[in-house]
């Protein structure tokens, strides 16, 4: 005779449908109170520290607490906390949260209660949190629905709007770049010619009155690669680049275009690409980038 064994089980509840009744005493009592009034109190022990929840007896003593009750929080630091993904019907939450071991300001010991911090990215040791209150309480660990990150940062829409009114020296170069060129200055005692056009030498000091139209090709003398975006470049990452035109002696800052950012290199010949003269306007936005000419480089 062979008996097959077969896995035997029996489903047991137990419930109190009305609620299960029980006396609190007079620490606990007046733990809940205070939560029902919205304000966090713990019991003060013997040795000096405050408890939070309060208990009847010192964990580390065995001794009564003194019965000095003490308001502490409502804000707290989060020591540990793990992540709920997917809450259950009984969760104060119905979404994400955490539970964690919350050391409220002025308590000794960490209260466990719920953190809404809306994505696990927020949550870390030495979180600041505060609680969040239920409209109406009962005198119940739940009247705090749960804590919640302090404010650290806010997102606020910047808009900034002003009008530019260049000097005669700036109107001066916008004007030949308008035109497709680049309008500099020679100083009449150095003889270096500076570009954008300027009025005085910087090195002299004298009055500058000789205009010089330059050529748009020129030298990349140093540059820099911009991982960041920026409306005016081409791609990311881009280059942003010094160039020293040709016949000047001041390099102008630029884009550079046309060329992997990796691959742009101190010395290297450059040329201006302009967009269509029927769209050009008194701007440097006249001017996309600079682009490689081909040319062999340049000995700086």
């Known amino acids: 005779m062979t008996v097959e064994a ?15 009744t029980r006396t609190t005493g007079p620490v ?5 109170t205070e939560l029902r009034d919205g304000r966090i109190v713990g019991v003060r022990t013997a040795e000096g520290r405050t408890l939070v929840p309060p208990l009847e007896y010192d964990p580390d003593t065995g001794d009564a607490v003194t019965g000095e ?30 539970w964690a071991l919350i050391r409220l300001d002025g308590a000794d010991t960490a209260l466990v209660h719920a953190v809404d911090a809306g994505d696990v990215k927020a949550m870390r040791p030495g979180l600041r949190v505060r609680p ?17 990150p302090e404010v650290t940062r806010i997102v606020s829409a910047v808009r900034g709007e002003y009008l530019l009114r260049p000097g005669l020296a700036l109107a ?25 056009y300027r009025t005085t030498c910087p090195e002299c000091g004298v009055a500058i009155t000789e205009e010089v139209v330059l050529p748009d090709t020129g030298t990349i003398t140093t540059f820099a690669i911009n991982n960041l975006p ?34 742009v290199r101190q010395g290297m010949r450059v040329r201006a690409v302009w967009v269509p003269e029927e769209e050009r ?10 682009a490689p000419t081909g040319e062999p480089d340049a000995e700086l």
């Open 132 to 148: 969040r209150w239920r409209a109406e309480r009962t005198g119940h660990i739940t009247d705090i629905e749960s804590f919640v």
């Open 69 to 98: 009750f003490i308001e502490v929080g409502p804000a707290g630091t989060v020591e540990s906390w793990s992540w709920v993904r997917a809450p259950r019907k009984a969760h104060p939450l119905d979404r994400p949260f955490a």
């Open 172 to 196: 001066r170069f916008l004007e030949g770049v308008a035109e497709g060129v680049f309008v500099g200055g020679r100083c009449g005692s150095c003889h270096k010619v500076y570009v954008p």
């Open 230 to 263: 920026d409306p005016r470049a081409p791609e990311v990452p881009f280059v942003s680049a010094y160039i020293l035109l040709d016949g000047s002696d001041l390099p102008m800052i630029a884009l550079v275009g046309g060329i992997a950012a990796h691959e």
């Open 6 to 20: 077969r896995n035997l089980e029996a489903r047991y509840v137990l419930e109190f449908p009305g609620g299960y």
């Open 281 to 290: 306007t008194p701007s440097m936005s006249n001017i996309k980038w600079f």
């Open 28 to 32: 606990i009592g007046r733990f809940l």
